[in-house]
């Protein structure tokens, strides 16, 4: 079954300390997995997706396939930082459909 | 470019009835897909369409229905409302699957 998971639904962390937001998945096959993000009052919007490896706003993830995982981390968290976060994959092709996890609240503490 | 718009905002029915909510893909755009969500939870897809037509289901049943006009906007349609059908109805937008979908601001659905 394609699935993806959050383990914590609320993670809290001192502005400055490094943050890691956890995701693990099922899939038979290579996904590609995604990041969104949604603010305050705001859209949910793409953070980063594995495929284009860049670094937005200081976050990483990095896949992991013998694990199943593609943990979000940035190494020194802002007060902004502090958000919804929903992990994702589809599959590669044109008619794949989006599986989002249940998201993680990171709150920063100032 | 106001971006993936999507009306109503908020809406309040009762069961049984029906609901249509509509969405306007980002400028460029040429495929919609719908996704639930209720609260607490990640979005839910519930279908795509592109070129008029559905091109991929999620796990929704046939009360949840679908349209996509020439000028690339869509809507929704919920038959036979049930409460558990209250929730966050968000459109994403995009050139093709494969790039970034755009999310609109989402209509509230309540049904009492």
């Known amino acids: 079954a394609q699935r993806v998971t959050q383990p914590e639904k609320l993670l809290s962390v001192f502005k400055g300390a490094p943050v890691e937001l956890k995701c693990n998945y099922s899939y038979s096959g290579s996904p590609e997995l995604f990041w969104y993000v949604q603010y305050s009052r705001q859209r949910l919007q793409l953070l980063l997706r594995?495929?284009s490896r860049e670094s937005i706003k200081g976050f990483t993830a990095d896949l992991n396939k013998g694990e199943t995982s593609f943990h979000l981390k940035k190494p020194f968290a802002q007060e902004e930082d502090s958000a919804m976060y929903y992990c994702a994959l589809s599959g590669k092709t044109s008619y794949d459909k989006v599986i989002f996890g249940p998201g993680t609240s990171l709150s920063v503490i100032p | 470019d106001a971006g993936v718009t999507q009306s109503p905002t908020h809406l309040i029915k009762t069961r049984g009835q029906q609901v249509t909510l509509r969405c306007s893909p980002k400028s460029g755009h040429d495929t919609v897909s719908w996704y639930q969500q209720a609260l607490g939870q990640g979005p839910q897809f519930i279908f795509q369409y592109y070129e008029e037509e559905e091109r991929q289901r999620g796990n929704f049943p046939d009360r949840f229905s679908g349209h996509q006009f020439p000028n690339y906007s869509s809507e929704l349609n919920v038959n036979a409302l049930l409460l558990g059908d209250s929730a966050l109805y968000l459109c994403?937008?995009?050139?093709?699957?494969?790039?970034?979908?755009?999310f609109g601001p989402g209509t509230r659905l309540l049904v009492l």
């Open positions: 994403a937008s995009s050139r093709d699957q494969q790039e970034t979908q755009y």
């Open positions: 594995h495929i």
